[in-house]
């Protein structure tokens, strides 16, 4: 069965340190693997796809085929990316039909 | 350029009654996605739209819930009757393509009570 597993609800963090988002999958075949991002009081918004390979935001994300994992990553964390964050997977073909994880919450402290 | 709109923001209604969610699409948008998240738990799709046609419904929990397109514009998505369980957020998407980004609205929380 397809699914998207992030284990941690809340992850609370320090400006400047660094943040990890832990993403896991289940697919059978080749998925396409996103992050959604959605800032207190605004809409669900794409932060990044794995195929694109770019960073957006400081933040990166490497697909791990042989761990099936897609984790979320940035090395010195600000308050501003104090956000609920969602993993996302698209089977090929799949219509933009998006399989998502529960999210995470991250919260930036000063 | 204005993004997806949805409507109401908020609802709360008693079990029984009828809610009905609107969705207007970016303008030039062929694909229109319903998605919902209840209470601590993932998003989870409901359906797709390709204008005015459903291409996969597949996630529509059950009968109480009728989505339409008339005209390949705007969407609505009726609950009829709600049920406690319906209570949740209500994420509608569009996108040019299939394979393009899909944009989403601010969602509509439902309350059923």
């Known amino acids: 069965a397809q699914r998207v597993t992030q284990p941690e609800k809340l992850l609370s963090v320090f400006k400047g340190a660094p943040v990890e988002l832990k993403c896991n999958y289940s697919?059978?075949?080749?998925?396409?693997l996103f992050w959604y991002v959605q800032y207190s009081r605004q809409r669900l918004q794409l932060l990044l796809r794995h195929i694109s390979r770019e960073s957006i935001k400081g933040f990166t994300a490497d697909l791990n085929k042989g761990e099936t994992s897609f984790h979320l990553k940035k090395p010195f964390a600000q308050e501003e990316d104090s956000a609920m964050y969602y993993c996302a997977l698209r089977a090929l073909g799949g219509y933009n039909k998006l399989i998502f994880g529960a999210g995470t919450r991250l919260a930036v402290h000063p | 350029e204005a993004g997806v709109t949805q409507f109401p923001s908020h609802s709360v209604i008693e079990k029984g009654q009828t809610v009905t969610l609107r969705c207007d699409p970016i303008?030039?948008?062929?694909?229109l996605y319903w998605y919902r998240r209840v209470m601590g738990k993932e998003i989870k799709f409901l359906l797709h739209?390709?204008?005015?046609?459903?291409?996969?419904e597949s996630g529509m929990p059950n009968n109480r819930f009728l989505a339409e397109r008339t005209g390949g514009t705007y969407s609505t998505l009726k609950v009829q009757p709600a049920e406690l369980e319906d209570s949740g957020v209500y994420f509608c998407?569009?996108?040019?393509?299939?394979?393009?980004?899909?944009?989403f609205g601010q969602g509509t929380r439902l309350t059923v009570v």
């Open positions: 697919y059978s075949g080749s998925p396409e």
């Open positions: 303008s030039g948008h062929d694909n």
């Open positions: 739209f390709v204008k005015e046609s459903k291409q996969d």
């Open positions: 998407a569009s996108s040019q393509t299939v394979n393009t980004e899909a944009f």
